[in-house]
């Protein structure tokens, strides 16, 4: 059974950074695509980037997008977030997954998931 780690979560003032890591247990399960979760209070979960690992396009939710990047390392071992310009409304567990392409459409199914790392942004 596939494990995902998340680490780097933490308190930081608004306007500070973070970079989150997510490592798997191991690397030889199939997975088509990665991204990145938040979950806040009182709030469903809400996916802030994705990864498509064969084609490395990247794609954003919009409060996101210019502060946030996704990124691999070369060896796809270990998935990044690396979150600037960080706001308080950021505050959230944060979550990688890990999935596979549908067949119909191309969209990411995600089937693997970490517990998740904290992240509190204070004014």
Do not use: H
């Not at 691999?72 to 600037?84: A, P």
């Amino acid at each position: 059974q596939v494990r995902l780690v998340e680490y780097g979560g933490g308190s930081v003032q608004a306007g500070g950074s973070l970079r989150l890591s997510c490592s798997a247990s191991e690397n030889t399960y199939r997975r088509d695509c990665m991204g990145w979760f938040r979950q806040s209070p009182g709030k469903e979960r809400e996916r802030i980037a994705t990864l498509y690992l064969g084609s490395r396009i990247t794609t954003y939710t919009d409060s996101v997008k210019g502060r946030f990047t996704i990124s691999q390392d070369n060896d796809q071992s270990t998935l990044f977030l690396q979150m600037d310009s960080l706001r308080p409304d950021d505050t959230g567990m944060y979550l990688c997954a890990a999935g596979v392409l549908l067949p119909r459409d191309g969209r990411c199914q995600y089937n693997k998931w970490g517990q998740g790392t904290q992240v509190t942004v204070s004014s």
